[in-house]
């Protein structure tokens, strides 16, 4: 009979202490707590390479007719882009086409000739430090007969040390609006528990202008003064992160 009682007495005493223990834990935890915050960081730069399509199209009675002019504009149009020092593997054929030209009339379409399109990609280097460098080559190649410029658009050669800014700066912005919070709760930032980044805004988001432009409409204004600058507009990297913080 004593041996039961003692061990009631001892389960008892066990019970006691486990409770007590698990009460001073959760107070130490009731000390700190995980605060979740967002930063976005956003960079933006001058664009400092420009990407455009150079289209070739002529028609004629026969196909070799309308390939053979296609062929000497393109070669026109290559020796303007070697001597402005394009380099060859800047270049390249996007498409070429040889087919039937018709007119669509009275219900009826009406046989034209034979056409021959081509495309060739061009891509500029070193537009912000040179500005007069696009305008000036654009000017030259309009000039050629039978040529358009299509999809004018700029970009930025180098963007990996943008998103290495535009990291830092949103990790800074999330450690700034946490501390921020704590001072208002009389806490403290102690340390970065999780760090997790929005994959789907880690990418550049160009904001400039795009432009097309065809034989004789070359950059001129109003008076037909030659304009010899060319809006590039800006570039921008944006990051996001989401940032657990530990406070207490």
Same mark, same amino acid.
């Given at each position: 009979?004593?041996?039961?009682?003692?061990?009631?007495?001892?389960?008892?005493? &066990?019970?006691?202490?486990?409770?007590?223990?698990?009460?001073?834990? /959760?107070?130490?935890? %009731?000390?700190?707590?995980?605060?979740?915050?967002?930063?976005?960081?956003?960079? &933006?730069?001058?664009?400092?390479?420009?990407?455009?399509?150079?289209?070739?199209?002529?028609?004629?009675?026969?196909?070799?007719?309308?390939?053979?002019?296609? #062929?000497?504009?393109?070669?026109?149009?290559?020796?303007?882009?070697?001597?402005?020092?394009?380099?060859? =593997?800047?270049?390249?054929? +996007?498409?070429?086409?040889? #087919?039937?030209?018709?007119?669509?009339?009275? /219900? =009826?379409?009406?046989?034209?000739?034979?056409?021959?399109?081509?495309?060739?990609?061009?891509? +500029?280097?070193?537009?912000?430090?040179?500005?007069?460098?696009?305008?000036?080559?654009?000017?030259?190649?309009?000039? @050629?007969?039978?040529?358009?410029?299509?999809?004018?658009?700029? #970009?930025?050669?180098? =963007?990996?040390?943008?998103?290495?800014?535009?990291?830092? &700066?949103?990790?800074?912005?999330?450690?700034?609006?946490?501390?921020?919070?704590?001072?208002? *709760?009389?806490?403290?930032?102690?340390?970065?528990?999780?760090? @997790?980044?929005?994959?789907?805004?880690?990418? *550049?988001? *160009?904001?400039?202008?795009?432009? /097309? &432009?065809?034989?004789?409409?070359?950059?001129?204004?109003? #008076?037909?003064?030659?304009?010899?600058?060319?809006?590039? /507009?800006? %570039?921008?990297?944006?990051?996001?992160?989401? @940032?657990?913080?530990?406070?207490?």
């Amino acid at each position: 009979m004593k041996k039961k009682i003692f061990l009631s007495l001892g389960c008892i005493s &066990l019970l006691f202490f486990s409770l007590a223990g698990c009460s001073e834990a /959760g107070g130490a935890d %009731e000390e700190k707590s995980i605060f979740t915050v967002t930063g976005i960081g956003k960079v &933006l730069i001058q664009a400092d390479v420009a990407s455009l399509n150079i289209y070739f199209k002529h028609v004629a009675p026969t196909t070799r007719e309308a390939k053979e002019v296609v #062929d000497l504009k393109v070669q026109e149009v290559l020796d303007i882009l070697r001597q402005a020092n394009i380099n060859d =593997t800047d270049i390249r054929t +996007v498409s070429i086409k040889y #087919d039937v030209e018709t007119k669509y009339e009275n /219900g =009826t379409y009406t046989w034209i000739g034979q056409k021959a399109e081509q495309t060739i990609y061009v891509r +500029v280097k070193n537009i912000k430090d040179n500005p007069e460098i696009l305008s000036s080559l654009l000017d030259k190649i309009v000039s @050629v007969d039978k040529v358009s410029v299509r999809n004018v658009t700029f #970009d930025v050669q180098n =963007t990996e040390e943008l998103f290495v800014q535009a990291r830092e &700066l949103a990790y800074r912005k999330a450690l700034d609006k946490a501390n921020e919070y704590a001072g208002l *709760s009389g806490l403290r930032v102690i340390k970065t528990v999780k760090l @997790v980044e929005a994959r789907d805004l880690d990418v *550049s988001y *160009s904001i400039s202008r795009s432009a /097309g &432009l065809s034989s004789g409409a070359a950059f001129q204004d109003r #008076d037909g003064i030659f304009v010899p600058n060319i809006p590039t /507009g800006m %570039e921008e990297v944006t990051a996001q992160v989401t @940032v657990d913080f530990l406070l207490e």
